[in-house]
């Protein structure tokens, strides 16, 4: 298992962390002072809020912990053992972004020996290097955002491919591509949505494609090559869309949750890895002998899968689990938490 934070009061300047052990996701987000962002290995990254001294300002900022031995993936600790006590993380190090502004995104390179850590603040693009015990994190490079008014960042995400040297960010109704190796930016979609955009996620399996979502009620779908026009777009939520998430290992299935309370699953088979399923190699001479369904069944469409509608309040995120590709969670502001499976259905169409 691994494990999840929850964040207690403390007496002290920055916040107290303790760990328990539960279902794992991908990234946990919690509307309170502080959320878990990014776990990679047995390290973390988290952001919390402070008062600035300078000028009194609440600041958002972002540090790195271990979590201790019993916690990491492998460990055999039950999470029904009512026995467990659980355990205070260690804090490495900060991600000292006060003199950019306020963190309002952190993510980890997707591969790699997790020691690269990319930050948002305000209008900047941070990129650090985590040292070898990661005690220290060094600012190896950074970049930031041009142009008239106060331009900041609301989300950003790493894209899996290109040896990973790709970063996809949004700002107001823009989505823009930067190349970490040299800081610079790459494709920019200057309205890519009537209002502001919420969340991105990348096709973990289909380079070039990227997902985004935002306050017009959209989601959609990009191919990075070229960012005229959007290749797909759903329009089936009432309100802001927060969270948009491929799934890991299908990525035809995409999850969204959005301000009217509803979770959807989508089929977007048709700019998937595979627009026409799995592609089986036919090797019988007499065609005969080929099942009359298998000559009669239309290839998948794309389309709402399903929806859920058990939050009561705006859902915030959505997540795919790390260990189960048909299993998924959301998280509304009420602070209720579900867990869904795909449909069996479904499951056994793409499986077969």
């Not at 900060?94 to 306020?102: C, E, F, R, T, W």
């Not at 000559?295 to 509608?309: L, M, R």
């Not at 499976?341 to 077969?352: Q, S």
Request: glycine share 4%; net charge negative.
């Amino acid at each position: 298992m691994s494990s999840c934070t929850k964040w207690v009061k403390s007496g002290t300047s920055a916040p107290a962390l303790r760990t328990e052990a539960c279902w794992p996701p991908a990234t946990t987000r919690m509307e309170a002072n502080a959320h878990v962002i990014l776990v990679s290995g047995c390290t973390m990254v988290s952001t919390y809020t402070r008062d600035s001294a300078a000028d009194s300002r609440v600041l958002t900022c972002a540090a790195v912990w271990r979590m201790p031995e019993e916690s990491e993936p492998g460990s055999h600790e039950s999470p029904d053992d009512s026995s467990s006590t659980a355990h205070a993380l260690e804090l490495l190090c900060g991600l000292d972004s006060a003199a950019h502004g306020s963190t309002a995104c952190v993510v980890w390179e997707p591969t790699g020996d997790g020691k690269r850590v990319i930050s948002l603040a305000d209008n900047h693009i941070l990129l650090w290097d985590l040292q070898e015990s990661s005690s220290q994190a060094v600012l190896a490079s950074s970049a930031s955002l041009e142009g008239k008014g106060q331009l900041k960042f609301t989300s950003g995400r790493w894209s899996p491919h290109h040896n990973c040297t790709q970063v996809a960010t949004a700002n107001d109704t823009a989505v823009r591509g930067w190349d970490t190796r040299s800081m610079s930016q790459v494709y920019c979609v200057e309205n890519a949505h009537g209002q502001l955009v919420r969340d991105l996620d990348f096709n973990p399996n289909k380079q070039y494609y990227l997902a985004s979502c935002g306050d017009d009620c959209k989601v959609k779908f990009w191919d990075t090559r070229n960012v005229t026009e959007p290749v797909k777009t759903l329009e089936e939520h009432s309100h802001w869309v927060w969270n948009v998430r491929y799934n890991h290992s299908h990525d035809q299935l995409v999850l969204t949750g959005s301000s009217d309370s509803r979770v959807i699953l989508s089929n977007m088979v048709s700019i998937s890895s595979e627009p026409f399923g799995h592609l089986v190699d036919d090797d019988l001479s007499d065609q005969e002998e080929r099942r009359p369904e298998d000559k009669s069944q239309e290839p998948p469409q794309d389309g709402v899968i399903a929806t859920y509608e058990e939050h009561e309040d705006s859902v915030y995120a959505v997540e795919w689990s790390s260990a189960d590709p048909w299993l998924f969670a959301s998280l509304s502001y009420d602070g209720r938490l579900v867990i869904n499976r795909v449909p069996r259905a479904l499951k056994y169409h793409i499986l077969l």
